[in-house]
C-alpha cells in the first residue's frame, strides 16, 4: 500500500474583514498526496486553491487543520523546527516576474536558499548554482544576467532552480505556467515531469487550466468556494466526472473538433460570495440538480467507487440523473 508524503486534514482559513464578517477561503478542506505524483488542484479564481497551497508550507498561517508531511505535524513546528522542514517542502510562484528579485543576478537569485541554510562554502555554492542552471536548461552566460533582461520562461526556470537548490521532496506548483506564452508552457510543463521522475518529486500543482491539469496530474482534486467538490484519478474525472459543477469546468474547456460536440453546460446564477456564506452545499445557487437538502445539509466526501470522492447530496443518494 502507498503511504502518503503528506496529509491534510480539515484545513480552514478565514480572512476577517470586518466584526462579523470573514471570507471563508478555506473551508474544511482534507486530502492526501502519494511519494512521486502529481496532485492536480483546480476550480475558478477565487475559490481557495491558493491559499490551500501557501497554508501548507506556513507561508500563510492556517486557523485550524492538520497538515502532516513524512509523518511530521508541519503545523505545531516552533520557527526553528519550520526553518528545517523548508528544505523539505518549496514552492513555485505563479508570476516568474515578481516572485524574483529584480536587484540580483541569476547567480544570486539561485543562491539564495543555500545562503540561508548556509549549504556549503562559497566556491561549493556556486558550483551548485551552475549545476541546477544546467538542470533546467538555464546556459551559465547567463548567470550575471536580471530578470529584467530575460523572457518569461528563463524566469520561471530560476524559480524551479531556487526550488531545487535544498533537495526538496514536495513542492507547490503555484500555477506555474499561466502567465506564459503556449509554447513555452510546454517546456515548463516538460520540465517539471522530467525533474519529477529524475529526483522522485512529489508535486501539488495549482491551475483553473483544466487541459495542463490533464496532462501533468496523476489525480485531481476540484475545489469551488472553499471547498472540495470532488476527487479522482485524471482519466476517471475526465472520462466519468460526476459532480455538477465538474461537468460544468469540463465542458468550459475549448474544443477545436470540427465535429458536433454535445450541448455544453452553462452554469446559470452568479457566483455566491465567500463571505459568510450560507449553511448547505456551496454550489446550490448555480446547480440545476439542487433540492431543498442542498440548502441545509452540507455535503460530504462520499467514496463513488474505486477512490472517487463527491460531495454531492444527490449523486450520494443516485438520484437526479447526476450519474
Known amino acids: 500500500m502507498v503511504k502518503p508524503i503528506l496529509s491534510v486534514d480539515n484545513l480552514i482559513k478565514h480572512f476577517p474583514i470586518g466584526k462579523d464578517s470573514a471570507v471563508y477561503a478555506v473551508d474544511g478542506v482534507s486530502f492526501s498526496i502519494n511519494e512521486g505524483e502529481t496532485l ?9 486553491k491558493t491559499t490551500v497551497g ?3 508550507l506556513r507561508l500563510i498561517e492556517p486557523d485550524s487543520g492538520k497538515v502532516t508531511m513524512g509523518g511530521i505535524d508541519v503545523l505545531s513546528l516552533n520557527s526553528d523546527e519550520m526553518y528545517q522542514m523548508r528544505k523539505r517542502m518549496q514552492i513555485i510562484f505563479q508570476d516568474p516576474f515578481n516572485s524574483l528579485n529584480p536587484r540580483k543576478n541569476v547567480v544570486q537569485l539561485i543562491s539564495e536558499p543555500l545562503l540561508v541554510h548556509k549549504v556549503g562554502t562559497k566556491n561549493e555554492i556556486r558550483q551548485r548554482v551552475f549545476h541546477l542552471m544546467e538542470t533546467v536548461g538555464l546556459t551559465t552566460d547567463l548567470a550575471n544576467s536580471f530578470p529584467h533582461e530575460m523572457d518569461g520562461g528563463r524566469c520561471q ?3 524551479i532552480a531556487r526550488a531545487l537548490a535544498l533537495n526538496p521532496e514536495f513542492i507547490v506548483c503555484d500555477e506555474p505556467v499561466s502567465a506564459l506564452d503556449v509554447s513555452i ?7 517539471l515531469q522530467d525533474l519529477q521522475k529524475q529526483r522522485t518529486l512529489t508535486y501539488l500543482f495549482i491551475s483553473h487550466n483544466l487541459a495542463v491539469v490533464k496532462h501533468i496530474s496523476t489525480r485531481v482534486v476540484v475545489m469551488y468556494l472553499g471547498r472540495i467538490m470532488e476527487v479522482a484519478q485524471t482519466h ?5 466526472p460526476i459532480h455538477p459543477y465538474t461537468k460544468a469546468l469540463l465542458h468550459a474547456i475549448p474544443n477545436p473538433s470540427l465535429r458536433k460536440r454535445e450541448s455544453r453546460i452553462i452554469l446559470s446564477g452568479d457566483v455566491p460570495t465567500p463571505v459568510n456564506p450560507p449553511p ?3 454550489f446550490v445557487k448555480r ?3 439542487a433540492c431543498e437538502r442542498c440548502k441545509v445539509d452540507t455535503p460530504v466526501l462520499e467514496d463513488m467507487g474505486k477512490g472517487h470522492m463527491v460531495a454531492c447530496l444527490r449523486a450520494k443518494d443516485g438520484i437526479g440523473g447526476i450519474i
Open 157 to 159: 526556470r530560476i524559480g
Open 287 to 289: 446547480c440545476k440538480y
Open 185 to 191: 508552457q510546454a517546456q515548463i510543463l516538460n520540465l
Open 280 to 282: 448547505g452545499c456551496r
Open 40 to 48: 492536480g488542484l483546480v476550480g475558478e479564481s477565487g475559490c481557495g
Open 236 to 240: 476517471d474525472l475526465f472520462s466519468n
Open 54 to 56: 501557501r497554508t501548507l
